[in-house]
């Protein structure tokens, strides 16, 4: 398996747009994390998803942010519309449960302008 | 607010000496994380542990449930092993379903 897939690596912006991450969990994994980390305030849970169901999404900031979960393969991080304070490096992790090993993307890293 | 402290928060050593870092962390947990993070960014499991001790390779993991508290340490350290290191913590209770994160340790080993 070739791991947790983020796309884009890399993303600029500019404010007021809409910006979508995206990421391909590990196959077999039923639970999917996306983390957003900043030089402030380190690593974050913003959603946790079990079964392609959002079970936490406490740490989501603001009703900016949305996430998906549409299959077991596949989920997206959406914020619309996009702040410069949302710049961060934003990470999506797997496993088979939350109790177990977590395995995480590259990251995106997202700046914007 | 559950809070997961690491020490130090840097630390730079000459190659072959031995690390340890810390952590500590507030209430009951299911599990605790080591992860490392290199320069290029991405994080990878160290570690999990729920109980005692783990080794791999030069990495040795300890936790005491008692006391809530964690070390890593590297044996005979190199200059590749320079890297943050974060522990992060699963609650057993309620409040957040992943992962609740270490502000990380950043290390520097010298040739």
């Known amino acids: 398996d070739a791991g947790v897939i983020q796309s884009p690596r890399h993303e600029v912006t500019e404010m007021g747009q809409e910006v979508t991450l995206r990421c391909k969990p590990i196959?077999?994994?039923?639970?999917l994390f996306w983390y957003r980390q900043t030089m402030m305030r380190g690593l974050e849970l913003l959603i946790y998803?079990?079964?392609?169901?959002?079970?936490?999404d406490s740490g989501m900031p603001e009703d900016r942010f949305s996430a998906k979960m549409p299959n077991a393969s596949f989920s997206t991080l959406k914020i619309q519309p996009s702040e410069p304070r949302d710049s961060a490096v934003y990470f999506c992790?797997?496993?088979?449960?939350?109790?177990?090993?977590?395995?995480f993307g590259q990251g995106t890293r997202l700046t914007v302008v | 607010k559950n809070e997961v402290e690491q020490s130090p928060q840097n630390l730079t050593a000459q190659e072959g000496e031995f690390i340890t870092i810390n952590c500590s962390y507030s209430?009951?947990?299911?599990?605790l994380h080591w992860l490392q993070q290199h320069p290029g960014g991405g994080i990878v499991s160290l570690f999990m542990?729920?109980?005692g001790k783990k080794k791999h390779g030069r990495l040795i993991a300890t936790i005491n449930i008692q006391e809530k508290h964690s070390s890593l340490h590297i044996t005979a350290s190199h200059p590749r092993d320079s890297a943050v290191y974060i522990c992060?913590?699963?609650?057993?209770?309620?409040?957040?379903?992943?992962?609740?994160f270490g502000k990380g340790t950043h290390l520097i080993i010298q040739p």
């Open positions: 542990l729920s109980s």
């Open positions: 992790a797997s496993s088979w449960d939350r109790n177990t090993e977590a395995f």
């Open positions: 196959s077999g994994h039923n639970s």
């Open positions: 209430v009951g947990i299911s599990a």
């Open positions: 998803f079990n079964n392609n169901v959002p079970i936490d």
């Open positions: 992060a913590v699963l609650y057993s209770g309620g409040g957040a379903d992943g992962l609740t």
